[in-house]
């Protein structure tokens, strides 16, 4: 069974980083895709940034995201990161990592990690 563990958010000043970490019960390179999500309150979820699988490794992010927040994966330890720096109150959510696979493609979700950024 697919699961997604995050964990590294919490509690930051304005201006200030966090890094997010998906760990996957299985091996990453088992999913054509995996990104990182955001829910606010009263909002829909968002994508923020994702990262396909090897060999085109191509990456898209929100435009709230780009030049401030990077994806990457250690594939060696089955993990997908999100690096965000200069944070702002309005980067306040729930973050959620997602995987995909196959075709049609079956999304797996992770439980969530909050983050929440203080002015």
């Known amino acids: 069974q697919v699961q997604l563990v995050e964990s590294g958010g919490g509690l930051v000043q304005a201006g200030g980083s966090l890094r997010l970490s998906c760990a996957a019960s299985?091996?990453?390179?088992?999913?054509?895709?995996m990104g990182w999500y955001r829910q606010a309150p009263g909002s829909q979820r968002e994508l923020v940034a994702q990262?396909?699988?090897?060999?085109?490794?191509?990456?898209k992010y929100a435009d709230s995201a780009k030049d401030r927040f990077t994806i990457s994966r250690d594939t060696a330890k089955n993990i997908v990161y999100l690096q965000m720096n200069i944070l702002k109150p309005e980067h306040t959510a729930v973050y959620y990592c997602?995987?995909?696979?196959?075709?049609?493609?079956?999304?797996?979700w992770g439980q969530g990690t909050q983050v929440t950024v203080s002015s």
């Open positions: 997602r995987a995909n696979f196959g075709s049609p493609p079956s999304y797996y």
């Open positions: 299985i091996s990453i390179f088992n999913f054509d895709a």
């Open positions: 990262i396909t699988s090897v060999p085109s490794s191509s990456t």
